[in-house]
């Protein structure tokens, strides 16, 4: 009789950068603690999303961070991908699902002022301080109250992206560079909007001057969470990630994801969102679609009790219909195309 063939090495897929790994290896630990007779070991990649640090997130579908993930995910070398939720497509390939959603860190976004600055607030920078983003959500909902400021982008991880805000970045000199380069050149931001989440989660959140909020800001569709995707008929995984499940972030990020997959947005069209959930189950979402100028403007509140995913679900897309009530199909129509025109 041969021995016993029970698997026990279940691999982990993740992108490569530090807050990646950092989130990968939340869900190694946890995982580990609770299965301790088995192996999780990580398997790191980069994705295009993490290679094309030029094009405008504006451009970019969501796919683009989790392509590569996904394919060695149905070829088997892993067993479970861990994404930041806000990441992730809300419609997901054939063959894949959503085996857990962890407790949700902080969801709101942070500012982080340049450091040694005197300013405390975006209400304190002076006419045309440059606020660093590469979130069009950010800048169409902070343009309708701060019009006197300038938005620029900003890629890289959070790491580069503080050393481009405090002036620390190290550009290669130009004789190193292709005379068919254009010389690479960093504006002189005066602060940054990033997830407050990643910032907590890299032991950065000294670095966080304030945190934006509704009314003033809405933040991604699931920021703070972080999903683990698995094959749709891998039941032995889902039962491994079924205590990791955090039931109030679920339910909460189902009506989020319901609400974007209704109204058909990627990965950087501006809708805003803030969800909270009562003891009493009551259901609570705020949510936004905002013009990339920052010129048009539509909002839509409901609360609905919800015990099942079906109830979240159909409270996300009720807001939806709301929004669309109320003009937002058309807003997100004419957004569309503007990023049609830049990708011809």
């Given at each position: 009789?041969?021995?016993?063939?029970?698997?026990?090495?279940?691999?982990?897929?993740?992108?490569?950068?530090?807050?990646?790994?950092?989130?990968?290896?939340?869900?190694?630990?946890?995982?580990q603690a609770l299965h301790p007779d088995l192996s999780f070991p990580i398997s790191a990649m980069q994705t295009m999303g993490d290679k094309n640090q030029i094009q405008s997130l504006y451009n970019m579908g969501k796919s683009l961070w989790t392509k590569?993930?996904?394919?060695?995910?149905?070829?088997?070398?892993?067993?479970?991908?861990?994404?930041?939720?806000?990441?992730?497509?809300?419609?997901?390939?054939?063959?894949?699902?959503?085996?857990?959603?962890?407790?949700?860190?902080?969801?709101?976004?942070?500012?982080?002022?340049?450091?040694?600055?005197?300013?405390?607030?975006?209400?304190?920078?002076?006419?045309?301080?440059?606020?660093?983003?590469?979130?069009?959500?950010?800048?169409?909902?902070?343009?309708?109250?701060?019009?006197?400021?300038?938005?620029?982008?900003?890629?890289?991880?959070?790491?580069?992206?503080?050393?481009?805000?405090?002036?620390?970045?190290?550009?290669?000199?130009?004789?190193?560079?292709?005379?068919?380069?254009?010389?690479?050149?960093?504006?002189?931001?005066?602060?940054?909007?990033?997830?407050?989440?990643?910032?907590?989660?890299?032991?950065?959140?000294?670095?966080?001057?304030?945190?934006?909020?509704?009314?003033?800001?809405?933040?991604?569709?699931?920021?703070?969470?972080?999903?683990?995707?698995?094959?749709?008929n891998d039941e032995k995984t889902a039962q491994l990630l079924a205590p990791l499940v955090h039931r109030p972030t679920w339910l909460r990020c189902l009506a989020e994801r319901a609400l974007m997959r209704t109204l058909e947005g990627g990965c950087s069209?501006?809708?805003?969102?803030?969800?909270?959930?009562?003891?009493?189950?009551?259901?609570?979402?705020?949510?936004?679609?905002?013009?990339?100028?920052?010129?048009?403007?539509?909002?839509?509140?409901?609360?609905?009790?919800?015990?099942?995913?079906?109830?979240?679900?159909?409270?996300?897309?009720?807001?939806?219909?709301?929004?669309?009530?109320?003009?937002?199909?058309?807003?997100?129509?004419?957004?569309?195309?503007?990023?049609?025109?830049?990708?011809?």
């Amino acid at each position: 009789m041969s021995g016993s063939t029970e698997k026990t090495g279940f691999p982990i897929g993740s992108r490569r950068s530090k807050l990646a790994l950092v989130q990968t290896e939340l869900v190694q630990s946890s995982l580990q603690a609770l299965h301790p007779d088995l192996s999780f070991p990580i398997s790191a990649m980069q994705t295009m999303g993490d290679k094309n640090q030029i094009q405008s997130l504006y451009n970019m579908g969501k796919s683009l961070w989790t392509k590569e993930l996904e394919v060695v995910l149905f070829e088997g070398d892993v067993d479970l991908i861990v994404h930041s939720l806000k990441d992730m497509p809300t419609t997901l390939p054939e063959g894949a699902r959503l085996g857990a959603i962890l407790e949700r860190e902080d969801p709101r976004d942070a500012l982080v002022m340049r450091a040694g600055s005197a300013y405390e607030t975006l209400d304190d920078l002076p006419e045309g301080a440059i606020v660093g983003t590469s979130s069009v959500r950010r800048t169409a909902q902070l343009k309708r109250k701060y019009p006197h400021l300038q938005f620029a982008d900003v890629r890289g991880n959070v790491l580069t992206r503080l050393e481009k805000l405090d002036g620390t970045f190290s550009v290669p000199p130009p004789s190193l560079a292709s005379s068919s380069e254009s010389p690479i050149v960093i504006p002189e931001y005066s602060c940054l909007i990033l997830a407050a989440a990643g910032l907590i989660r890299l032991g950065l959140g000294g670095r966080i001057t304030g945190y934006l909020e509704a009314p003033t800001l809405l933040h991604a569709v699931g920021q703070g969470a972080l999903g683990i995707e698995i094959r749709e008929n891998d039941e032995k995984t889902a039962q491994l990630l079924a205590p990791l499940v955090h039931r109030p972030t679920w339910l909460r990020c189902l009506a989020e994801r319901a609400l974007m997959r209704t109204l058909e947005g990627g990965c950087s069209v501006p809708i805003g969102v803030q969800t909270s959930l009562s003891p009493q189950n009551l259901l609570e979402m705020h949510a936004c679609v905002v013009s990339v100028d920052g010129t048009e403007y539509v909002e839509a509140k409901e609360t609905m009790r919800v015990e099942s995913d079906e109830e979240a679900e159909e409270l996300g897309k009720l807001v939806a219909m709301r929004l669309v009530e109320g003009g937002a199909g058309a807003v997100l129509e004419r957004i569309n195309e503007v990023r049609e025109r830049h990708q011809d």
